[in-house]
């Protein structure tokens, strides 16, 4: 016998027990606790001068081990709009998405995952790159990072 849940939140939190009658002695169950924890999305500032590369990495302090093994992408917000820059999956080559003009030959992505922009343009400042490690179709882990560009 198996419950299954569907559209997780934390309110499902709690204590579950399954029980059936058993022929001919009495009753058997079993229970579980049930811990949901709320993903938290990890937010960053990073400061650059213009002209100057850029290197935002994935998770904060993830290991590129942990994050090889799974699926991630890298995107970009502006104005309220994300569109994808990068995408990762394990064990094969990076794919880059070249809707994106603005960034075209500016954009690698690094053996340990983080994102390297260079040069450094105005039009990067007050950006949100965030990078999505997709663990399973419903646990993703985010972190964003707003950059921040200086002229001298």
Same mark, same amino acid.
């Given at each position: 016998?198996?419950?299954?849940?569907?559209?997780?939140?934390?309110?499902?939190?709690?204590?579950?027990?399954?029980?059936?009658?058993?022929?001919?002695?009495?009753?058997?169950?079993?229970?579980?606790?049930?811990?949901?924890?709320?993903?938290? $999305?990890?937010?960053?500032?990073?400061?650059?001068?213009?002209?100057?590369?850029?290197?935002?990495?994935?998770?904060?302090?993830?290991?590129?081990?942990?994050?090889?093994?799974?699926?991630?992408?890298?995107?970009?917000?502006?104005?309220?709009?994300?569109? $994808?820059?990068?995408?990762? $999956?394990?064990?094969?080559?990076?794919?880059?998405?070249?809707?994106?003009?603005?960034?075209?030959?500016?954009?690698?992505?690094?053996?340990?995952?983080?994102?390297?922009?260079?040069?450094?343009?105005?039009?990067?400042?007050?950006?949100?790159?965030?990078?999505?490690?997709?663990?399973?179709?419903?646990?993703?882990?985010?972190?964003?990072?707003?950059?921040?560009?200086?002229?001298?």
């Amino acid at each position: 016998w198996a419950l299954h849940l569907t559209n997780i939140t934390t309110s499902l939190r709690g204590h579950y027990e399954c029980s059936f009658a058993t022929y001919p002695h009495g009753n058997k169950a079993a229970r579980i606790q049930l811990i949901v924890k709320a993903e938290e $999305e990890q937010h960053y500032v990073k400061e650059v001068q213009l002209n100057q590369a850029l290197e935002i990495p994935c998770l904060g302090n993830t290991t590129s081990e942990h994050l090889s093994n799974h699926p991630l992408k890298w995107l970009v917000e502006e104005n309220g709009r994300k569109e $994808e820059l990068v995408s990762k $999956e394990p064990f094969h080559p990076a794919v880059y998405r070249n809707g994106n003009a603005q960034y075209g030959q500016r954009l690698h992505l690094a053996s340990d995952n983080a994102l390297k922009i260079f040069p450094t343009k105005i039009m990067d400042d007050g950006r949100v790159f965030s990078c999505h490690v997709i663990h399973h179709p419903e646990r993703v882990q985010r972190s964003s990072t707003t950059v921040r560009v200086f002229g001298k």
